[in-house]
Structure formats: structure tokens, C-alpha cells
Nanobody, 113 residues
Framework: QVHLVESVGGLVKAGGSLRLSCAAS??????MGWYRQAPGKQREFVAR???????NYAESVKGRFIISRDNAKNTVYLQMNSLKPEDTAVYYC?????????WGHGTQVTVSS
């Protein structure tokens, strides 16, 4: 059983920063990622990090967000900088394992203008 637990999000002003973390059960030596879902919108890809620590990002967050991992702590991070009101969403951590994608329960991030 895979368990992913995101840190508490929060409320931040536009231009501010916030770091999310995702603690995973077992080894995180699998591709991990972050998705988000804004009110009334479909869930969308944000960032991904492979087991080789290669990363890729959605165009909307490229240059502002950084995904990283600490294998010793079984934790993946999403550093979010220069936040915008349109970054407001529920953020979900994911892990790809054995052809399946596992999801955390999500954490709310709200960016005020």
C-alpha cells in the first residue's frame, strides 16, 4: 500500500513563496510528481521528478517552481516562488509505481492578489 501525505498548504500573497512537501511510504525511488486542480477546472500537471532526478514542468510554472527529492527522508518537495493568484488550487502529490499512479489527498494553496 502506497501512502502519500502532503504538508499543509496555506494562504500567501502574490509574489510570495511556499514550499510543499510530500512524505511517501516506502522508497520514493520512483517517479514522483505534483498536480493541481483549481475550482471549476480540470486537474493539471505541475511538475515531475524521475528516479534519476530528471525534472520537467508545466509551462505555466517553469522558472518559478522547483521540484526536488530527499531520498533519505522519502520526501519530495515543491518550492513555489513568485506565486500568482492563478496558482490557487488544491495540490496533489503523485507517485508512479508498477504502472499505476498513486495520489495524495491534496493540500490547498491560496494566493491572494
Amino acid at each position: 500500500q502506497v501512502h502519500l501525505v502532503e504538508s499543509v498548504g496555506g494562504l500567501v500573497k502574490a509574489g510570495g513563496s511556499l514550499r510543499l512537501s510530500c512524505a511517501a511510504s516506502g522508497s520514493i525511488f520512483n517517479p514522483m510528481g505534483w498536480y493541481r486542480q483549481a475550482p471549476g477546472k480540470q486537474r493539471e500537471f505541475v511538475a515531475r521528478i524521475t528516479n534519476g532526478s530528471n525534472t520537467n514542468y508545466a509551462e505555466s510554472v517553469k522558472g518559478r517552481f522547483i521540484i526536488s527529492r530527499d531520498n533519505a527522508k522519502n520526501t519530495v518537495y515543491l518550492q513555489m516562488n513568485s506565486l500568482k493568484p492563478e496558482d490557487t488550487a488544491v495540490y496533489y502529490c503523485t507517485r508512479d509505481q508498477n504502472g499505476l499512479r498513486y495520489w495524495g489527498h491534496g493540500t490547498q494553496v491560496t494566493v491572494s492578489s
